[in-house]
């Protein structure tokens, strides 16, 4: 039997330790261990997009991180983007916007979309598809979601 | 393709998550997966060196992850070398770059100085995958993963690129266009580790370019890939050149022809043309529903010429 590995890393702020397994995805354990539901897996092999959060700043697939790779890190995750009863703009534009049909691709999109307002808070339309091409939608043909994204992007800019 | 390996994974991530909550008999060897972290190459070297079964280096693992996760491989070790002090750090040496193990494609493309010293090689990085697989996917595993499809390999192999390898014979250099050696393999031995690649000092009025064709604009694998490194003298003849072929053979070709076509010419219609023929020449694809053999050596020569121009006008406006 492989070892067991304690991990402690940070998940929206709050500290988390848990044991797992070496094959076990960082997914996995948001999932399972954890509990954060809001973190999709569509595809486990980093096509979808549906699983990303923020790995210490940056964007990535939590199905192509190994939990045990985990440690020590600073984890972003979509339960962690409202503040209290207070919405992202991105999740109110995509709410008002009809950004979201099923919404099962929707948490790694509004994680994605907000790595990409902090680096460029004024994308154009093309700017944001090509960031936004590793999260599939098999729902809304992606035009209301960036809508949603630069109605947002506007918005935070006080536009 | 898409749907059918998500219905197999479908069963994977089943009998994953039944081995990992502690059910016996299901998922193997998988049970038995060591994940070691050691602090230094040598470390590492050492583990993978005494590996019995299946051992692998885990770098960005956007393909040792796929792969297990698709059964494809079963290692029983993996070897993490993120921890390795200095491997993830872009250094300017000797008027290059020495790019670490560890370095994401995302540091790679937020690198000014680089993207503006071997553009082409960033043209090859940017088309790694999303956004979310280029904040882990690095190079060196691009490399060593031995993809033909490998879209930063042909680039990097056009523009010189050598590696440093470590391994328990010490410590060599070896050419990035030396270690493909078909699909899924590579020249390295076992208990080598690439320790960085780097990029070496260009010569003035040079550009390089990488452009693949592929049926989607992103997230989608190379039917063929044109990898174009050249310099010219101060009156726009091209000098020196490198061109290098991807996805239409078993490893990255270098066909002498395609260089010789273009050397002495500042790119007339003739040169082009006779560009786009040895690149058609060369090439050996396989036929598959991504691309039929007739297409994809039609494309090479089409991409051949579209990414040579594009080097030379890089190669122009670079002083
Ligand atoms: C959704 C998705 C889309 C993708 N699209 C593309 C694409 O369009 N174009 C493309 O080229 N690639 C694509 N890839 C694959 C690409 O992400 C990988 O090839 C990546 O570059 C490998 O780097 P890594 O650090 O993730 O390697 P890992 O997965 O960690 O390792 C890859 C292999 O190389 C070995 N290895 C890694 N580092 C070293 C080292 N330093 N020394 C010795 N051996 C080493 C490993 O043992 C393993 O066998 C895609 C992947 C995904 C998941
Ligand atoms: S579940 Fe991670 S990319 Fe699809
Ligand atoms: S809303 Fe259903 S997949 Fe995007």
Redesign the pocket.
């Known amino acids: 039997m492989s070892r067991k590995h304690h991990i402690t890393l940070q998940v929206n702020g709050d500290e988390h330790e848990f044991l797992c397994e070496p094959q076990q995805t960082l997914l996995d354990v948001i999932r399972d261990e954890l509990m954060l539901t809001g973190t999709k897996e569509g595809c486990a ?3 979808c997009g549906a699983c990303s959060v923020m790995l210490d700043g940056r964007l990535v697939c939590s199905c ?1 991180v190994l939990a045990v790779e985990a440690e020590g890190t600073s984890v972003e995750t979509i339960e962690g983007m409202a503040s209290g009863d207070r919405l992202h703009p991105l999740q109110r534009n995509f709410l008002e916007l009809n950004g979201l049909q099923c919404g099962i691709c929707t948490p790694g999109i509004l994680i994605a979309a907000r790595a990409l307002l902090e680096k460029n808070p004024n994308p154009t339309e093309t700017e944001a598809r090509y960031w936004l091409a590793g999260n599939l939608c098999r729902c809304t043909g992606y035009d209301k979601v960036i809508r949603s994204v630069l109605a947002a992007a506007a918005e935070m800019r006080g536009a | 393709m898409l749907l059918q390996a998500a219905r197999e994974k479908g069963n994977l991530a089943k009998i994953r998550r039944a081995t990992v909550g502690g059910d016996t008999g299901q998922g193997g060897s998988m049970t038995g997966l060591r994940y070691e972290s050691p602090p230094t190459l040598d470390a590492a070297v050492a583990l993978l060196n005494n590996a019995k079964g299946l051992a ?11 792969q297990m996760e698709t059964d494809l491989i079963e290692p029983e070790l993996l070897v993490d ?1 993120k921890k390795i002090p200095g491997l993830r750090t872009i250094v300017a040496e000797n008027g290059g770059f020495r790019i670490g ?1 560890t370095v994401s494609g995302m540091e790679m493309v937020e690198h000014a100085a680089l993207c503006a010293t071997w553009p082409g090689v960033i043209d090859g990085v940017k ?4 956004i979310q ?1 280029k904040g ?7 490399l ?2 031995g ?1 033909p ?4 390999v042909p680039p990097l192999a056009a523009a010189g690129a050598v590696a440093r390898v470590i391994g328990p014979q010490g410590t060599r250099e070896i050419a990035v266009a030396k270690i493909p050696a078909g699909p899924g393999k590579t020249h ?1 031995g076992k208990g ?3 320790e960085s690649i780097f990029l070496p000092a260009r010569a003035k009025h040079s550009g390089d370019a990488y452009e693949r064709f592929t049926p989607r604009t992103e ?4 039917v063929v890939g044109v990898a174009v490194n050249l310099t010219l003298d101060t009156s726009g003849v091209v000098i020196s050149a490198r061109v290098v072929l991807g996805a239409v053979a078993p490893t990255i070709l270098e066909p002498a022809d395609c260089a010789k076509a273009i050397v002495g010419t500042r790119l007339e219609e003739a040169a082009l043309e006779q560009l786009a023929a040895a690149a058609s020449a060369a090439c050996r694809p396989i036929d598959d529903k991504r691309g039929t053999r007739e297409f994809r050596v039609t494309v090479a020569g089409v991409l051949a010429r579209r990414v040579a121009q594009k080097a030379y006008d890089r190669a122009r406006h670079i002083a």
């Not at chain 2, 692998?56 to 393909?63: E, N, S, Y």
């Not at chain 2, 088309?127 to 999303?130: D, E, F, K, N």
């Not at chain 2, 499809?149 to 930063?152: E, F, M, N, P, Q």
């Open positions: 092999t980093g096509d192509l | 692998r280096v885990l770098a960005g693992g956007t393909d040792v992850i796929v070398i193990a088309l790694i995958g999303s697989v882990r996917a690095t190079i060196a595993g691009n060593c993963n993809s499809a490998a879209d930063s390295l080598e580790i690439v997230m989608d694998i190379a």
